[in-house]
């Protein structure tokens, strides 16, 4: 027969003393990444608030189903043209000028506040395009379009150009001659 328990240890007592350094290992740790951790919370917050954060645990909890529907869909016919273009959209924008693409983006972004806000000029006519024309802003905004229409137009047409030569054309002002 097994011997009688004489004596109880006090198991909780012992775990609760490494819990406690734990518990103070975490704070002392936490303290010293308060930023950190405040932004962690921030990005949390902002993915769960755009329904983020929902997506990305439900991509996790199907991960491996995930990744056969992808790899299945890359190996799809169409895929292989759509990864070129890719390709080729990202070697395109390493050509860009970022300030110039800072601008534009800014300009976009100015515009659609303006026609958002109902502030935009109506143009109903021809003088009324004729006087819009008159603004510097515009014809600089013109000008940077007849740029991009040119460049467009020559990549297209590699064999030659029908129109003017890239030399009678200067768009690198708002004084230059335009098409």
Known sequence: MAKPVSTIRDVEG????KKDHQLRELENLLSS?????????RVVHLLQEKGLLDVAAAALEQGQDLLEILVRQANGPGSLGGIKSLIAVVQGMTKLDASVVSAVFTGLGKASQVIAGG???EISGLWDIVRVMRDSDVTTGLTAIFAILKAVGQQLNPTGSTGESSQDLNFSSPTAKTV
Do not use: I
């Not at 990444?33 to 919370?41: G, I, K, P, R, S």
């Open 119 to 121: 502030e935009a000029e």
């Open 14 to 17: 012992q775990n609760d003393g």
């Open 33 to 41: 990444h308060t930023e950190d951790v405040e932004q962690l919370f």
